[in-house]
């Protein structure tokens, strides 16, 4: 792909957010609750009503702007991972150029619940089949989906090697304006927050012992009288990834598709999956590290079923304290 049609596509996939944020700001508005229903269970994950709002809408907008001059395959939830759906609709995916992976609304909980915001993500790779990995993705673009009662919503995009684009989007007057973001740049975790997922019963137990094992190592456990790591869990991978983007947290990661199979879960639908940290590029291209729990970069297949564990780091200062200690930590735990 060119640079030119880099960043085409970057254009294109925060126009789709946009149509997906204006899609389900106006279905709350008609519909209210209906939002929490769940309307199915899947390999990948439980499917809301608001999640099935998005899908018509998305294809609908594949057909009607996605140049005939890109041709692209297709991930989000809802498509089963054998499928091929491809724009033009029907070009064989050996013939397409690229590979998005979407998640129309990453954070459901959240926003069925008109409790956070959630988010729409969407990254794209090189089409290399069944190769193409998260590390792949060239071009990343993530909007926020805001609650009944927020005015703003924000949006982040990417295309490797040009730094972050970010900008914020008036509900009111639908005007956009120059949005500035910077990951924190403290060198320690004192008076600052940082978490490890649990967002579920399922491991609680475990995934607690290992984040309070890490601040032990790292001499904050208890330290003049404790209390200077604060936790906030956002069910949300791309909120979390905002989160670090924005300057408000120092470290997050989710641990639990290791601890899962330790205590022999094999619930891959409470896991994150590619499509959750399909927009890790954009954190990166900020300055900020994303990688596997044991420091590795991120390469899980673009698909909606493959269990992710993944660490964020606000800055390479603060990866290098975690990264050997969360290491020697999981051996110890998980074996």
């Not at 690229?98 to 008109?114: A, E």
């Not at 404790?226 to 949300?236: A, E, H, M, P």
């Not at 989160?243 to 094999?266: N, Q, S, T, W």
């Amino acid at each position: 792909m060119t640079p030119t049609q880099l960043e085409q596509a970057r254009r294109l996939l925060c126009a789709l957010q946009d149509h997906i944020r204006d899609t389900l700001i106006a279905a709350r508005a008609k519909r209210g609750r209906t939002f929490a229903r769940v309307a199915a269970v899947t390999a990948a994950d439980t499917i809301y009503q608001v999640d099935k709002i998005t899908e018509e809408a998305i294809f609908a907008w594949f057909g009607r702007h996605w140049p005939q001059s890109l041709p692209i395959q297709v991930v989000m939830e809802g498509i089963d991972d054998d499928a091929a759906v491809t724009w033009p609709r029907g070009t064989p995916v050996g013939r397409t150029l690229c590979k998005c992976i979407l998640d129309p609304i990453d954070g459901t909980r959240n926003l069925m619940y008109d409790k956070r915001s959630a988010w729409a993500l969407a990254g794209l790779a090189p089409q290399r089949g069944t190769k193409t990995t998260l590390a792949d993705i060239v071009v990343a673009a993530m909007t926020e989906l805001p609650t009944s009662k927020m005015w703003r919503s924000d949006q982040l995009s990417a295309v490797r090697g040009g730094g972050v684009k970010s900008r914020a989007f008036d509900l009111r007057t639908r005007r956009w304006t120059t949005l500035r973001l910077r990951p924190s740049q403290a060198e320690d975790f004192e008076h600052g927050f940082a978490s490890i997922a649990r967002f579920f019963p399922e491991g609680k137990g475990l995934l607690g012992q290992i984040e309070e094992a890490l601040w032990g190592e790292l001499g904050l456990l208890g330290k003049r009288g404790g209390q200077l790591v604060f936790d906030d869990q956002y069910i949300s991978t791309g909120g979390q990834l905002y989160e670090l983007l924005c300057g408000h947290d120092r470290m997050l990661g989710d641990i639990r598709p290791p601890v899962y199979a330790k205590l022999g879960f094999g619930a891959a639908s409470l896991c994150c999956h590619p499509y959750d940290i399909c927009t890790a590029l954009i954190l990166q291209e900020a300055g900020g590290i994303v990688e596997t729990p044991d420091g590795k970069p991120l390469r899980a297949p673009l698909d909606t079923t493959t269990p992710v564990a993944w660490m964020g780091y606000a800055n390479p200062v603060l990866a290098r304290q975690v990264r050997p200690v969360l290491r020697r930590l999981l051996r110890q735990h998980l074996g």
